[in-house]
């Protein structure tokens, strides 16, 4: 019986969460575009969502999309299993399209960016962030902080400028430690994920040349410590050596970033399926599990990375499972 009423509450609660929002990959191979989409749109839909944390100012500020087979982010799914998974949310089930939702904060008289996006790194959708800053009425030299999760590409590609220079100019950018050591200080062995040869090597490549620009000036931190008052990081590693999750915190609201803890929630949070791209799935595990249980218990804001536009929502803990409920919309 109690199978039976989770089936159904896990069900009703992934079916309203995709029905409250909107619904990896260099090269052509994995940013083939979804047959649904029209090619002759010619107007773009909003890509800010302002909302408040506390006394701090934040707004969701999208760099547009990516994506690739949902294989790649459900690992060990049942192959059944996954294609149903996808149907009864109205999901293609051979392209999984993934948001890159950055957050902008403003505290302490500075603009704080969460993770900088992919530009155009890892596909052609990628890459609105500027746009999107301008439709704030603010320039890339308005940003004073970048700080980023991890050192994947979709979260550093836009540090660097079409010109080779730094496309934020006046920003101190934050990363972590043991992610520089393996991706850029050294030669990564990228034969865990679980995409082409060709893929991994531009993976890697488009990491060095992304971060290029600010490796002079990069700040290295560790997982666990306060960029500054109001943003702490979260230690978070097994998806890359040193991914960090953030905490905004202001009086008592919170809000929890969960970087790539989880990639959509219809596959690693409604179907707790691992991601391909963890280069350490037992210590990814249990960081998802430790970080989950803590937002769910806690009844936290959360914002997913790669979730529907604008990634807001919250965990909610089903016996030994969890459901994604999007916030609602404030206007």
Known sequence: MHKQLLSINRRKVMLSAVAGVSGLALGRAFDAPVQAQSAAMSVSNAGNYHFRVGDIKATVVSDGTIGGPPRIYASDAP??????????????????????NTLLIETGGRRILL??????????????????????GLRPDDIDVIVVSHTHPDHVGNLRAADGSKAFPRATVFAPR????????????????????????????????SVEPIAKDVE???????????????????????????????????????????????????????PGPDRDKETAQAARQ??????????????????PFPGLGRMLKLYHAYAWVPAQWQV
């Open 178 to 209: 043991a992610d520089w050591d393996f991706f850029v200080r050294g030669e990564p062995d990228l034969s865990y994920m679980p995409v082409p040869e060709d893929f991994r090597r531009r993976f890697g490549a488009a990491i060095k040349r």
């Open 290 to 307: 430790r970080i989950f249980d803590r937002a769910a218990s806690e009844r936290m804001l959360v914002l997913g990375f790669h979730y």
């Open 79 to 100: 192959e059944l299993e996954l294609s149903e998974a996808l149907r009864q949310a109205f999901l293609p089930s051979d392209y999984l399209t993934l948001n890159l």
């Open 220 to 274: 290295l931190y560790e997982a666990g410590t306060e960029i500054v008052p109001g943003l702490t990081t979260l230690v978070a590693g097994g998806h890359t050596p040193g991914m960090a999750t953030f905490l905004v915190h202001s009086g008592d609201a919170q809000l929890l970033l969960t970087a790539d803890l989880a990639y959509h929630p219809v596959v690693n949070i409604d179907n707790a399926w691992l």
């Open 115 to 136: 993770e900088a996006g992919a530009g155009q790194t890892m596909g052609l959708h990628g890459g609105k962030i500027f746009a999107n800053l301008t439709a704030l």
